[in-house]
């Protein structure tokens, strides 16, 4: 980590009420915590939106695994992007509703492509795809 650094900031009073309210529902300690969470925040949104940085996310799937090839569409799928999906749990939430979680490495712009294609399945009920940094760049 480098060298903290302090600076100022003008702000309009009433965003600041309502940025003091974010941070006490959220329970962070102070506003320079609040602030760097949303800097962080904002990196990683760049990172996605460029599309070629190094990426790691969970893609949800539910999914009623009495749909007709629908599990083994599911895991051809996974199969073919071993080296991205790099981990997957399964899990029985009924008697015909699964939930699986992947989770996924690579190039945003690739898991992307991966997560639109999962979710795209014919019998898949909800998907979604949560992305992050990798945490190698972040401070």
Known sequence: MGETIRF???IDD???ESFDQLIEH???ANRSEALRDLIRASLIDVKWENGEEEMVGTV???F???VRDL???LTEHQHAYHHQIIS???VHLDAHNCLEVLVVRGKAREIKKIADELIGVKGVKHGKLVMTATG???H
């Open 71 to 73: 599990s083994d569409k």
């Open 26 to 28: 959220k329970g962070y």
């Open 64 to 66: 009623n695994h009495h």
């Open 14 to 16: 009433k965003l600041l």
């Open 88 to 90: 997957a749990l399964h």
């Open 136 to 138: 190698h760049d972040l």
């Open 60 to 62: 949800t799937l539910v």
């Open 8 to 10: 100022g900031i003008s």
